[in-house]
Structure formats: C-alpha cells, structure tokens
C-alpha cells in the first residue's frame, strides 16, 4: 500500500505540473508554444492521469481480476484518446492506415478471437482461478487467465484414471470459449453426484444394507453436509428454480442377469473425489463382508 501510494503521489504530482505549464506555456515568451507540442503535452496529460487511476484501481480493488480488467481498460482507453489527440495529423494518412488496419486484422485475427474470448468469459464469469473445468478431453483446474490464453492443471487425463494431478500444465487459447462447451464443477454448486455400483445375489437383505451404507456415506461427508445444503438452496434461488429438498445419498436397484446391482449416488467436492470415494467404497466393502448372512455377493456362474 505504501508503494503503491507513493507512485501515486508522483503521477499526482507530475500531472499538476503538466497541467500548469500547459495553461501557462503559450503565454509565455521563454517557450515557442506550437499545435505538436500542444498534442505531446496532452498525451502526457492523458498518460498520467492513466497510470494515476491504475494506482487507485490497484488500491482499493481487491480482486486480481478486477485490478487487470481495470487496467486493460485504462491502456485501450489511453491509446484511443492519443489517437484522437493526434487526429489532425493522421488524416493524411487515413488511407495507409486504413490499409494497414486491415493488414493488422488479418494478422492478429486469432488474437483478435482470443481477446472476445476473454471478454465473454470476463463478462460471463464463465470460470476463474481455482475453478475445476472440462473443455473438450482437457479436465483440470485453473492456474492463470489471460486476455490470449488460459491455464490449466491437468487432473486425470492420458496417464492418469483417478480424478488426480497428472502433473501437466496444458494451455489452450480464449477463442476456444466461443465455440465449445464448457463445463465447470465449482461454479454456484461446487460439487459433483458420483456413484458407487455393488453386485449382490438375491437372496440379500437391501434394506438393512442400504440402511448401513446411508449411514457409512453420511458418516464420510457429515463435514460437509451443511455447506451442500446452503449452497444447494443459494444455486436454486440464483436460477430462481422451484425449492426442492437436497436429497445427499440416494439409491437404485437393478437386476442384471442372475444378481442384483445396487447402486449408491452422493455428491463430492471434485477436488477430493478420490480420496472420498476411495475411502467409501473401502468401508462399503468391508461391512459387506462382515456380514455375509445379509449380503452376498455372486459367486461363479452366478456371475
């Protein structure tokens, strides 16, 4: 804050110094006043009072993308106005810039289509920093955004099967955001419903084993229980969707050949799915087991 305020005292500064000698200048026999130095003064002018609104931009807003967006508008905003600024020296050169510019926009068309790119997603809060997305094959969480491009953590991916870090940063261009769907699994709901399947015979107790695999699932994501359930009414009343009741675990039977498949839903950060579906599915297992009279699992041709 104390750098940040000290520069903005010199731009201050500056400025107002600026300002007075352009009042004062051609007023004054010790300096020759002409229209280009009229034009340089107002660049200058308009340069500083720039940067001085970056440093408050940089002040009082806390979000670091609040802060670049704040000064990519300043930047573009600054060159317009020097243009215009100069306007009376460019009308000679209308048609060669004219020609220019379409020589630039041929060029620079992709990054012309990855700057819209980063408007819509800026615009659209389609995603930010720390966000898990799927684009196309890529699944992984945001490191960096940029008006160009974007970066991303690979999870999962060639090497890896589990919703783990397989160590690559894959970078993709913001044009893609225009043409592909995206899907983001930490916006407005940040989890995601996975399930677990069991094949069991028959002849086994479903409800006293859905009662005990409820509770083996509520018992894992009882710290998280109440934070789904607020976030789960919040994304509701955003869409403004009829209130339902969050249903956590959930259950499906179905009879597959000669054995029944049961199937358990809950939702999980997809940050921590892994971990947490690992160590259900390890406690489902093992009370299966222990109780061998209630539930059974196909054996041999059974299968």
Known sequence: ??????????????????????????????????????????????????????????????????????????????????????????????????IAAAALAFIFQSPVLNLMGWIYLTMGQIYKEGDRIRINDLKGDILDVNPLRTKVREVGGEYVNADLPSGRLITFPNSLLLTTPISNYSKYFPYIWVDAAFQLTYDTDFGFVMKNIQDIVAKNLKKYKKDMEQRYTVMLHFFDVKK????????????????????????????????????????????????????????????
């Open 244 to 303: 339902e009741e969050f249903s956590m675990i959930n259950f499906n039977l179905n009879a597959v050949n000669s054995w029944i498949e049961l199937r358990v839903t809950y939702p999980v950060n997809p940050k921590e799915q892994s971990g947490i579906t690992t160590k259900v599915n390890t406690d489902i297992i093992n009370f299966l087991k222990k109780h061998p009279k209630k539930a059974a699992f196909p054996k041999g041709t059974a299968r």
């Open 1 to 98: 804050m104390k750098k940040e305020g000290s520069w903005l005292f010199i731009y201050i500064f500056l400025f107002i110094v600026l300002l007075i000698l352009r009042i004062a200048g051609p007023s004054q026999a010790f300096f020759n006043w002409t229209q280009i130095h009229a034009h340089i003064f107002h660049s200058a002018l308009a340069i500083l009072l720039a940067l001085s609104l970056s440093e408050i931009a940089g002040i009082y807003l806390k979000h670091a993308s609040l802060i670049r967006i704040a000064h990519y508008i300043l930047f573009f905003g600054t060159c317009i106005a020097i243009i215009f600024i100069f306007q009376d020296k460019l009308l000679s050169a209308s048609i060669s810039l004219g």
